[in-house]
């Protein structure tokens, strides 16, 4: 399974980016997907994640209403539009396949519920 995420970048703060995870090697439509970051100097953290089917979405309380994940499972690739960001979002995110196929339980806060993950794109957000 290879996943490559992009879309990272520095903004000011307000502004959107869109990351993007392009996903190969596994049946994409069966595994649910989430978004991780890692802030400096701070231990890696859940951000939003999708289930496999497209109809449950889950985020950190902090990005509530500020971030909408989506999948595109034509394209194989999952979404992270991020509006309004601020200089707390700053860090680098990944994205990762759940390890439990057609899984529709609340654990996709656990970074343990992944087993692939992609290399990670820089978010950097300026005041």
């Known amino acids: 399974v290879q996943l490559q995420a992009s879309g990272g970048g520095l903004v000011q703060a307000g502004d959107s980016l869109r990351l993007s995870c392009a996903a190969s090697?596994?049946?994409?439509?069966?595994?649910?997907m989430g978004w991780f970051r890692q802030r400096p100097e701070k231990e890696r953290e859940f951000v939003a994640a999708?289930?496999?089917?497209?109809?449950?979405?889950y985020y950190r309380d902090s990005v509530k209403g500020r971030f909408n994940i989506s999948r595109d499972n034509a394209k194989k690739t999952v979404y992270l539009q991020m509006n309004s960001l601020k200089p707390e979002d700053t860090a680098i995110y990944y994205c990762?396949?759940?390890?439990?196929?057609?899984?529709?339980?609340?654990?996709?806060?656990?970074?343990?519920?992944?087993?692939?993950w992609g290399q990670g794109t820089q978010v950097t957000v300026s005041s």
């Open positions: 999708i289930s496999y089917n497209n109809r449950s979405t």
């Open positions: 990762a396949v759940d390890r439990r196929r057609y899984y529709r339980g609340f654990t996709y806060y656990l970074s343990s519920s992944y087993n692939y």
């Open positions: 090697g596994h049946t994409f439509n069966d595994y649910a």
